[in-house]
């Protein structure tokens, strides 16, 4: 899968919100981190060894090809399940994706702090019946929230 925002001179933020824009319930969540975007980036970018600290649902992450910024993933939820996943990591930007799911980040320097923006999508989703939009909305952010705060904690704690 390629990089359906490659916008070459956009500011990663930027282009983070054009992907949730075209993405159709992407739930987005910004930190402002209080370290440098370094450190910040050394934690997104160490995949393998960070994504399980920050990531509840993931047990295990492999990278099984590098082509440059290109990467292809095996990824092992909690339960077991494993999915492989195309990414393409450079600074300030990570977009992973599935059949099933796109997770992306982007992050820019503010002065000696980082604000760090973290998208998650899962493909065809739609609330379960009944299930209230809002409330599975706010479950999304409440996660996405506790994982920023894990990656500025493993940041400010010289990574991870």
């Not at 983070?16 to 319930?25: E, Q, V």
């Not at 095996?74 to 994706?97: I, N």
């Not at 479950?139 to 929230?145: M, T, V």
């Amino acid at each position: 899968m390629s990089d359906p925002v490659a916008l070459p001179g956009i500011d990663p933020i930027d282009r983070l919100a054009i992907l949730a824009a075209a993405l159709p319930g992407a739930v987005v969540g910004r930190r402002r981190i209080a370290a440098p975007f370094e450190a910040v980036w050394q934690v997104i970018a160490d995949l393998e060894h960070s994504t399980p600290r920050y990531e509840p649902g993931v047990a295990h992450v492999r990278v099984i090809e590098e082509r440059g910024e290109f990467l292809r993933l095996l990824v092992r939820d909690t339960d077991g399940r494993e999915d492989a996943m195309d990414a393409r990591l450079r600074p300030g930007w990570c977009l992973m994706q599935s059949a099933t799911i796109v997770i992306a980040f982007a992050a820019r320097r503010l002065g000696g702090e980082t604000l760090l923006a973290h998208l998650e999508h899962r493909r065809g989703q739609t609330p379960a019946p009944g299930r209230n939009e809002p409330d599975h909305r706010r479950a999304a952010l409440a996660k996405i929230d506790q994982e920023l705060q894990t990656i500025e904690r493993l940041a400010t704690h010289h990574g991870p």
